[in-house]
T-cell receptor, first 116, second 111 residues
Framework: GESVGLHLPTLSVQEGDNSIINCAYS??????FIWYKQESGKGPQFIID?????DKRQGQRVTVLLNKTVKHLSLQIAATQPGDSAVYFC???????????????FGQGTILTVHP | GAGVSQSPRYKVAKRGQDVALRCDPI?????LFWYQQALGQGPEFLTY????????KSGLPSDRFFAERPEGSVSTLKIQRTQQEDSAVYLC?????????FGPGTRLTVT
């Protein structure tokens, strides 16, 4: 069925390195994508979003890239810090600009571990 | 203001018991969502409210699951005759516009 999934379930980096977390989606009707960070015992926390009419969006230390041709989404974290250690999920909304009320479809998640 | 809050944070139920999980959304948020998150998985949609109206309950796994939001603010997710497969974290999220904001979740363990 249609799904949002991740290539790598775990990623370990050294403090100060840049991190890249990838996500593949299969629903071409999805037009809004969000990255969430989830720390142990907490709910998902919004990081950054991107609409399908964009290729790139930057936030504070984070950049999301969207390649609609190959249905690929990535989250880049610059100068990764130990506090960035968490599970990262990509999520999609189908027809976000139309009648959709914003139901999220999540991928499995990538565990990011940052070593000091 | 305060974020989304959920209670209880942890719930242990014996198989067959009924449970009620509460969600207090961010004040003024029209949209409210419930998700179920199994260990090591991403959250999965259960149901959606717009104010007090339940507009989508397609994700509820069985008729043992019931959700309500009678006054368009606080919501309750009720699970009747709990089964072991109901063990999961139940997340509530609310939204006015844009992204959804999640609560900390209720971890339900059915023994």
């Amino acid at each position: 069925g249609e799904s949002v999934g991740l290539h790598l379930p775990t990623l370990s980096v050294q403090e100060g390195d840049n991190s890249i977390i990838n996500c593949a989606y299969s629903n071409s009707a999805s037009d809004y994508f969000i990255w969430y960070k989830q720390e142990s015992g907490k709910g998902p926390q919004f990081i950054i979003d991107i609409r399908s009419n964009m290729d790139k969006r930057q936030g504070q230390r984070v950049t999301v890239l969207l390649n609609k041709t190959v249905k690929h989404l990535s989250l880049q974290i610059a100068a990764t810090q130990p506090g960035d250690s968490a599970v990262y999920f990509c999520a999609e909304i189908k027809n976000a600009g139309g009648t959709s009320y914003g139901k999220l479809t999540f991928g499995q998640g990538t565990i990011l571990t940052v070593h000091p | 203001g305060a974020g989304v809050s959920q209670s209880p944070r942890y719930k242990v139920a014996k198989r067959g018991q009924d449970v009620a999980l509460r969600c207090d959304p961010i004040s003024g948020h029209v949209s409210l969502f419930w998700y179920q998150q199994a260990l090591g998985q991403g959250p999965e949609f259960l149901t959606y409210f717009q104010n007090e109206a339940q507009l989508d309950k397609s994700g509820l796994p069985s008729d043992r699951f019931f959700a309500e939001r009678p006054e368009g603010s606080v919501s309750t997710l009720k699970i009747q005759r709990t089964q072991q497969e109901d063990s999961a974290v139940y997340l509530c999220a609310s939204r006015l516009r844009g992204a959804q904001y999640f609560g900390p979740g209720t971890r339900l363990t059915v023994t």
